[in-house]
T-cell receptor
Framework: AQSVAQPEDQVNVAEGNPLTVKCTYSVSGNPYLFWYVQYPNRGLQFLLKYITGDNLVKGSYGFEAEFNKSQTSFHLKKPSALVSDSALYFCAVRDPNTGTASKLTFGTGTRLQVTL | GAVVSQHPSRVICKSGTSVKIECRSLDFQATTMFWYRQFPKKSLMLMATSNEGSKATYEQGVEKDKFLINHASLTLSTLTVTSAHPEDSSFYIC?????????????FGPGTRLTVT
């Protein structure tokens, strides 16, 4: 069974400072990994994904994530946080080798709070 | 990009009534859609996989008679919460799948806030 862990319920960072939101995963095969952001009372917005290739993935709004196979991690990062980045962030994993039966498994979410 | 809409965005209903939520893929066809439920400050829980022209596949613990799913066309799936109770109050999010292999893409709707009084 696949799973995702986001060990931090909340991350606090000052605007202008770098931010990291942690994610580790467990899947039997090579994973597809995703980050989504959710603003209050809104659906999920796609940020970025890792499928294959370069371990450093760049996404929307200046976010990036690094796939680390040995540590089974896919931490989300941004060099300089903005107050507008404050939201709920979800990491998700899917095993594509199960074909159309493969489904996304989400982490529990990490609330990012960026303050002035 | 692919757009998924949901209607209504929020609904309040009385206990014992039924409420229908629509999920539409606006600029693409989706043979498969997913329905998720999100509790406050919690992650998304997959409720069921909706397949066009066939019965939905429900996840373990989800009552199929309580949460009726119909996927009558390639652009529309509906979730009907029957005989709603306050504990059904939640944020429901649908998602549409594009692609037929394990490399499919998934696009999410904006969600529907259901409040049962």
């Amino acid at each position: 069974a696949q799973s995702v862990a986001q060990p931090e319920d909340q991350v606090n960072v000052a605007e202008g400072n770098p931010l990291t939101v942690k994610c580790t995963y467990s899947v039997s095969g090579n994973p597809y990994l995703f980050w989504y952001v959710q603003y209050p009372n809104r659906g999920l917005q796609f940020l970025l994904k890792y499928i294959t290739g370069d371990n450093l993935v760049k996404g929307s709004y200046g976010f990036e994530a690094e796939f680390n196979k040995s540590q089974t991690s896919f931490h989300l990062k941004k060099p300089s946080a903005l107050v507008s980045d404050s939201a709920l962030y979800f990491c998700a994993v899917r095993d594509p080798n199960t074909g159309t039966a493969s489904k996304l498994t989400f982490g529990t979410g990490t609330r990012l709070q960026v303050t002035l | 990009g692919a757009v998924v809409s949901q209607h209504p965005s929020r609904v309040i209903c009385k206990s014992g009534t039924s409420v229908k939520i629509e999920c539409r893929s606006l600029d693409f066809q989706a043979t498969t859609m997913f329905w998720y439920r999100q509790f406050p400050k919690k992650s998304l829980m997959l409720m069921a996989t909706s397949n066009e022209g066939s019965k939905a596949t429900y996840e373990q613990g989800v009552e199929k008679d309580k949460f009726l799913i119909n996927h009558a066309s390639l652009t529309l799936s509906t979730l009907t919460v029957t005989s709603a109770h306050p504990e059904d109050s939640s944020f429901y999010i649908c998602s549409a799948r594009v692609g037929t292999s394990g490399k499919y893409e998934q696009y999410f709707g904006p969600g529907t806030r259901l409040t049962v009084t």
